[in-house]
């Protein structure tokens, strides 16, 4: 229910729990903690209703540099687990099974589940009446 600060009537308000946001999500990635960071990046998927176009706009250059940060941490874990192998190691688990979790489109995952459960998303009995 926090995420849904993100569509709060008062512009000030949003914008700033996205700014809040942005940074929390850069903590989590800042820290390799990408299901973290991929669970709050999702509430950015409520400002596609966003009536402000500068607000709007923010959040999309937050979701961009989760995108970029997140394939950029991919990318890391991805060839030391690569260089490990060639060098004769065995590499952990981690980086084996690290593809998806590791990857940005992850935070679809959070978001349709977030989008799923929002009070405006229409129940079965409500398109049953």
Not at 64 to 70: Q, T
Request: charged residues 25%.
């Amino acid at each position: 229910e926090v995420c849904l600060v993100m569509q709060d009537p008062i512009r000030v308000v949003r914008e700033s729990f996205a700014s809040s946001l942005n940074d929390l999500v850069k903590y989590f990635q800042s820290r390799a903690l990408v299901k973290h960071a991929a669970k709050y990046a999702a509430a950015f998927s409520l400002a596609g209703a966003d009536p402000s176009k500068e607000n709007k706009g923010k959040v999309v250059k937050y979701l961009l540099r989760f995108f970029w940060d997140g394939t950029k941490i991919k990318n890391h874990y991805l060839n030391r687990g690569g260089k490990a192998a060639s060098r004769g190691e065995q590499s952990n688990s981690n980086n084996r099974n690290c593809d998806a979790l590791y990857s940005p489109e992850y935070v679809l995952v959070y978001a349709v589940h977030l989008l799923a459960h929002h009070p405006d998303f229409p129940t079965k009995e409500g398109l049953e009446e």
